[in-house]
């Protein structure tokens, strides 16, 4: 990425392309598959940004949509699926697919409102009263575990973000309800 960074796209894809390819030779054993698919989110992540950059957007999607069902797939931080939800909208805003864009920017704030609620339920202190609160709001424990992983700051940075990015699609689509 510090090649993407500093505009050296040449050697940036040279190394994206080799970490690729090099995800084609693991081989898989239940062990490994769980961090093979890790490798292979950011780097379709990674990819989708170059190819953004690159001005081929729909490069750009097929390897951000492939990185964020990995994410999902692999339960990653909010954070990290909602910055590919919002590489996707913004990739989206570039062809002028606004309506689309806008979806993927709501559903990166639905993720993070979840995951702010699960943080909140996850500092009470009396059991019986987190168990109930759970049970109410359909929360599993799963996601707590999860989230619990999660910094809080990343998560309200990325929530800005995402506001941000939705009222700019709402702007180009005239949209202001």
């Avoid at 700051?153 to 699609?169: G, K, P, W």
Wanted: net charge positive; with cysteine; glycine share 2%.
């Amino acid at each position: 990425m510090e090649h993407l960074s500093s505009g050296d796209y040449k050697n940036a894809l040279i190394l994206l392309k080799q970490a690729e390819s090099k995800m084609g030779s693991i081989l898989l054993t239940p062990r490994n598959k769980f961090e093979k698919d890790q490798m292979a989110a950011l780097t379709f992540n990674n990819l989708g940004c170059y190819y953004k950059k690159a001005s081929k957007p729909n490069v750009a999607l097929k390897y951000m949509k492939a990185a964020l069902k990995l994410e999902k797939d692999l339960n990653h931080l909010p954070s990290h699926i909602c910055s590919t939800q919002l590489n996707i909208c913004a990739t989206l805003s570039l062809q002028g697919k606004h309506r689309e864009a806008q979806s993927f920017a709501n559903a990166a704030i639905s993720d993070l409102m979840l995951a702010l609620k699960v943080l909140k339920i996850n500092m009470v202190a009396d059991a019986q009263k987190k168990l109930e609160i759970m049970q109410k709001q359909k929360i599993t424990t799963s996601m707590i575990d999860r989230v619990s992983n999660e910094n809080l700051q990343m998560m309200h940075q990325t929530l800005s973000l995402a506001y941000y990015n939705l009222a700019a699609e709402y702007e180009h689509t005239q949209d202001h309800t």
